[in-house]
């Protein structure tokens, strides 16, 4: 697309007024967004928890609680037990409790006992529904027991759909809405607006029916060309976080090596002697080191790794040699490669993804932090090579 035609297409775009009902509706602050945690599962457990307990600042007593429970016991799973039962339950000695033997939330009334298992973006696995069944049922024997699959649509547990009731975060939704509507004047100023940043960030991020959804489609429409020639050309997320390391990698006197868009090498003061540079083999880095320390960026699979290698080298040069010195320090392992050894490495997870969301001190720390984990490897390396000085400056010929 020719800068002539971009220039003419972006005009276009600010001046559709659903991109500025959008930028509006986005930049509203959300307490959820701002804390970054719209998608984290335990965070909505917490809340939803929040809600539940009747004892807690919400100060809206027992009115979510009951609610909850009416949805609940509508299902013909439960025998015993109605909707209309709750309204003669004595819910004030409720306990609600979080994380219990893994369980996302478990209400325990006079005689009854509820386990919720709450998915937002992951599906059952591992047995889930089924060990946490067995454990209410070891637990609260002579309890009536319920359990409860809360899911945004509601969707059926494929394992334990006999047991589970599901119930969907449009419920969660359509219930708050009726609580603003009905008890809003009566509810601290706080806590009305941390429901309604709730029911924002649920139809925004959890079940993509927010107005912001929609005006988005519309301006896609609108707009299709542009929008995706930018997503096209869009920066790679991992290249400002390679920025940060590399400034990170600085300040603490490591030295950069060869390095490529995803692989971030280096090597510090004390071990530049000793690193041999190919004269005959190429061995694919820029300079054609025999030896460095290695960061893999992996943005497809949110990964972020150390490792130390020991590259393909010139026929001359004992490569086996190098090994063997590295497998003196404990932690070490055989490298099962024959070109590219590996000895040591450190693996960690990191959501790329994020990166936009998160300020140049944040991704710094998280850099540091890895670092950290890091450090005692290279100084265990550098302090090893320093041992073994005079038999690797022997082998790059320096004295």
């Known amino acids: 697309m020719k800068t002539k035609d971009i220039n003419n297409r972006y005009s276009q775009l600010v001046k559709d007024i659903n991109f500025d009902k959008l930028d509006l509706e986005l930049k509203n602050p959300n307490i959820f967004h701002i804390l970054k945690i719209s998608n984290t599962e335990i965070r909505h457990s917490n809340f939803l ?18 609610r909850f429970l009416r949805e609940v016991f509508s299902s013909d799973k439960f025998d015993k037990l109605n909707q209309v039962d709750v309204e003669g339950m004595n819910l004030t000695d409720v306990q609600i409790y979080r994380e219990w033997k893994n369980i996302d939330i478990l209400i325990v009334l006079n005689d009854i006992v509820v386990c919720v298992e709450n998915k937002i973006l992951t599906k059952e696995h591992s047995n889930q529904l089924q060990r946490y069944r067995k454990i209410v049922e070891e637990n609260y024997p002579n309890l009536k027991r319920i359990f409860v699959y ?5 969707d059926i547990s494929e394992n334990e759909s006999d047991i589970y009731e599901p119930i969907s975060y449009v419920f969660v939704v359509e219930t708050l809405e009726r609580i603003l509507k009905v008890y809003s004047s009566s509810l601290n100023d706080l806590v009305r607006t941390y429901i309604k940043d709730y029911i924002i960030m649920i139809k925004r991020e959890i079940m993509k029916t927010d107005e912001s959804i929609e005006l988005s489609r519309k301006i896609y429409q609108n707009h ?21 390391l590399k400034e990170e990698m600085k300040k603490r006197g490591w030295i950069e090596g060869s390095t490529n868009k995803h692989y971030v090498r280096f090597y510090t003061e004390k071990i530049k002697d000793f690193i041999h540079y190919n004269k005959t083999v190429k061995n694919g880095w820029k300079k054609n080191e025999s030896f460095l320390f290695e960061f893999q960026i992996y943005p497809p699979t949110n990964k972020l790794n150390f490792v130390t290698v020991i590259s393909p080298s010139d026929p001359d040069y004992d490569t086996e040699k190098i090994q063997n010195i590295l497998l003196e320090i404990d932690g070490s392992k055989k490298g099962i490669g024959k070109k590219w050894i590996v000895n040591f490495r450190v693996n960690t997870k990191f959501d790329y993804e994020e990166v936009s969301n998160l300020s140049d001190e944040e991704i710094s720390k998280i850099v540091n932090d890895f670092f950290d984990k890091i450090t005692k490897i290279v100084e265990k390396v550098e302090n090893k090579f320093v041992e073994h000085k005079t038999v690797l400056l022997q082998m790059n010929n320096k004295i």
């Not at 928890?49 to 609680?65: A, C, R, T, V």
């Open 49 to 66: 928890s929040w809600l539940l307990d009747p004892s807690q600042s919400h100060k809206m007593g027992d009115i979510f609680l009951k």
């Open 150 to 154: 809360l899911t945004p649509f509601g």
């Open 224 to 244: 299709r060309e542009l929008l995706d020639f930018i997503y096209e050309n869009k920066p790679d997320l991992s290249d400002h976080f390679i920025k940060i």
